[in-house]
C-alpha cells in the first residue's frame, strides 16, 4: 500500500537527527536537566498513583465545529465499573493540565489548569455512595460529588478564571443507582465564556490495542493479537473546546495554525499517619504525555520515572533519552523476532515526529510542512527547541471520512497531526518505527498490525465525542463484556434497588450483632463471667 506524495523520501540533505541531536546536547541552549508522553502504567512510580496517571492525550479540529479545536486527556487508567466502595474520585491536592506552545520555544504559552475538591456527604452514616436512584447531578441521593475550577496561565504570568465549582460527572456505580449516565454527563458538560465548552468526568475508554505487544511482542509469532485489552474499563476524562484563535500564537490562527500539546499533573508531597494522609510542600510534576506509547516503548525502565518528570525544554538534558529517540530499540527487537530488517542508521524520521514536528523547514526527511510550529508566520526561528509534545496543525479541516492510520494512508488530519479518538496509533507508530512514514509504503509484513482497528464502543458525534462509560459492567475471563439490564423503572430482574438496599443494610446488622454475641460468649466462657 502506498501513500500519496506527501510522504514519498527525499535523499541526502541535511539530516534532521544529527540536527536534533546536536541542537538538544548543546547546554548552551539548554540549561536545566531533564521525560515525554505516560500512558497506563508506563512507569513504577506513577503505576501506583493511578488517580494523577496520564493514560492518552487526543487533540484535534472539531469535526462538527471547524472554527474550534477539541482537547481530551485522560487519567486513572483501568477502571473497573464495578470498584466500589471509593470508586475513582479526581485527587483533590493535585493540579490537572493541558500546556500549549504555538510559538515553538518548548515552553508553555498557555496552560489550562484543572482542581477539584470533594463534598463527601457520607460521614459516619454509611458506606454507599449513592443510596437510591440518581436522576441529576443534584440529587439528594448522590452522596459523594466533586467540583472543579479552571484557571488560564498566561507565559507573562497572567492568571484568568474560565470556570467555578462546575460539576463533576460522578463515577457510574450502576444501572440500578444511575439508569441515565447520558443525562448526567450532559449535566455536566459546561459552557465557557467567549465561547467553548469543557466536560469532566468518567468515559470508556478510547485507546484500543492488544497490550501483548509486551509478551515479546505479539507472542513472537503474531499468534497473540485481536484482543483490545482494554474493553470494558473506564477513565477519567477532561475533555475542552475552545476557539482557534485562544490558543493560537498572537490569537491569529490564519499566521499560526501550529501549536504543540502536553498534559502534566503535578501532586503534593504527602504525609502520612494511621488512617490519615496531609498534603504538605510544593506542587511535584508526576506524569507527563504528549505523543501516545513514548515512555512505554522509547525510554527504558530506568528511566521512565524520570521521564515523567521533564518539562519540555529540558529534554534536551538527558542524552539517552534522545539517543532513544534516532536510535529506537523497537525496529531491532521486530528484526530480531520477525527478521524484517530494521531502517539503517540514524532516524531522522522519528526525530521529526517526536521532536520538532513536520517540516522541511528543518531539512525533512519527510517531505510536507505539515505541524511543526517553525512553520508559524510569526515564531522567532532563533528561539525554536525540539521537544517532545504532540503537534497539530489548526488549519487542516476536518476529514468527514478519517483513515484509522492517519497520516500514513495520506489522512493529514491524522496522527501524527494531532491525534483524533478513532487514530490507530499503535499500528501507526509500528508502521512509523519501521520507517514508513520516509518510504510512503507500509510494511507488508507488519500490516494488519495487533487486529485491534477500532474502539469497542461508538464514539459520540457531538462534543465531548467519547463514549458514554461502562455502567455496571464486568469484564469475564474471555476478555468481552457483559452488561445488566435494567428495566425502565429502574428494577434489576424483579428486584426493587431500594428494597436490595434495605435488605443488604438489614443483614449486615444482624451479621455484626451476631458476631458481637459469638465473641461476648466466647470472653465469657475463657474469662469467667464476670471479665470485663
Known amino acids: 500500500m502506498s501513500s500519496p506524495h506527501v510522504l514519498s523520501g527525499r535523499r541526502g540533505q541535511v539530516a534532521a537527527a ?62 473497573e465499573p464495578n470498584g466500589g466502595p471509593n470508586f475513582f474520585p479526581w485527587a483533590t491536592d493535585a493540579q490537572y493540565d493541558f500546556n500549549i506552545d504555538n510559538d515553538g520555544d518548548a515552553k508553555a504559552d498557555v496552560v489550562l489548569r484543572w482542581q477539584f475538591h470533594d463534598d463527601d456527604r457520607r460521614k459516619n452514616n454509611t458506606f454507599l455512595y449513592t ?12 452522596l459523594f460529588r466533586q467540583r472543579y475550577d479552571i484557571e488560564a496561565i498566561y507565559e507573562n504570568g497572567q492568571k484568568v478564571k474560565l470556570v467555578d465549582n462546575a460539576p463533576v460527572a460522578p463515577s457510574p456505580n450502576g444501572p440500578a443507582s444511575m439508569p441515565d449516565f447520558k443525562k448526567l454527563r450532559d449535566q455536566a458538560t459546561v459552557q465557557l465564556p467567549g465561547g ?4 469532566v468526568g468518567p468515559a470508556e475508554d478510547p485507546f484500543f490495542l492488544d497490550l501483548r505487544v509486551f509478551d515479546l511482542l505479539y507472542g513472537g509469532n503474531l499468534s497473540e493479537v485481536g484482543q483490545d485489552t482494554l474493553r470494558g474499563y ?49 506542587f511535584v510534576q508526576v506524569s507527563r504525555l504528549g505523543n501516545p506509547l513514548v515512555n512505554e516503548v522509547v525510554a527504558p525502565a530506568g528511566l521512565k520515572d524520570a521521564f515523567n518528570g521533564l518539562r519540555p525544554d529540558q529534554d534536551g538534558g538527558v542524552k539517552e533519552l534522545v539517543d532513544r529517540v534516532v536510535n529506537p530499540e523497537l525496529p531491532k527487537l521486530v528484526e530480531a523476532i520477525y527478521k524484517i530488517p530494521a531502517p539503517k542508521g540514524q532516524r531522522d524520521d522519528l526525530a521529526e515526529i517526536f521532536l520538532t514536528g513536520i517540516s522541511t523547514k528543518i531539512g525533512a526527511q519527510i517531505n510536507a510542512d505539515l505541524n511543526s510550529q517553525i512553520n508559524n508566520a510569526d515564531v522567532d526561528k532563533h528561539r ?5 509534545m504532540l503537534r497539530l496543525n489548526m488549519s487542516i479541516n476536518p476529514n468527514p471520512n478519517p483513515n484509522r492510520l492517519g497520516l500514513l494512508a495520506g489522512d493529514t488530519q491524522g496522527f501524527p497531526n494531532g491525534r483524533r ?49 461502562r455502567n455496571g459492567t464486568a469484564v469475564n475471563t474471555s ?54
Do not use: C
Open 384 to 388: 525554536f527547541r525540539p521537544a517532545e
Open 421 to 469: 479518538l478513532t487514530d490507530d496509533v499503535v499500528d501507526i507508530g509500528l508502521q512509523a518505527f519501521e520507517g514508513a512514514a520516509v518510504t510512503g509504503k507500509l510494511v507488508e509484513a507488519l500490516a494488519a498490525g495487533d487486529k485491534v482497528d477500532q474502539n469497542d464502543q461508538p464514539f459520540e458525534a457531538a462534543f465531548p465525542y467519547v463514549a458514554l462509560p
Open 196 to 199: 467553548g465548552k469543557v466536560y
Open 18 to 79: 544529527a540536527l536534533v541531536a546536536a541542537t538538544l546536547l548543546n547546554a548552551a541552549l539548554f540549561g536545566g536537566s531533564g521525560a515525554t508522553a505516560s500512558s497506563h502504567r508506563e512507569a513504577p512510580l506513577i503505576a501506583g498513583d493511578p488517580a494523577v496517571d496520564n493514560t492518552d492525550l487526543y487533540a484535534f479540529v472539531s469535526p462538527d465545529h471547524g472554527d474550534t479545536v477539541t482537547l481530551v486527556g485522560n487519567w486513572f487508567p483501568f477502571q
Open 479 to 532: 476478555g468481552t463484556t457483559a452488561e445488566v439490564a435494567v428495566n425502565p423503572v429502574g428494577r434489576i430482574g424483579n428486584l426493587d434497588p431500594m428494597a436490595m438496599t434495605t435488605a443488604v443494610g438489614s443483614a449486615l446488622v444482624f451479621g455484626a450483632g451476631f458476631f458481637l454475641w459469638r465473641k461476648r460468649q466466647v470472653h465469657i466462657r475463657e474469662y469467667g463471667s464476670h471479665s470485663k
Open 234 to 282: 473506564n477513565v477519567n476524562t477532561i475533555a475542552i473546546q475552545l476557539p482557534k484563535h485562544a490558543l493560537a500564537l498572537k490569537n491569529d490562527a490564519n499566521r499560526n495554525p501550529n501549536i504543540g500539546i502536553w498534559s502534566t499533573t503535578q501532586r503534593r508531597t504527602m504525609k502520612l499517619s494511621p488512617g490519615k494522609a496531609e498534603a504538605v510542600g510544593d
Open 131 to 142: 443510596n437510591g436512584q440518581v436522576d441529576s447531578l443534584d440529587d439528594e441521593n448522590l
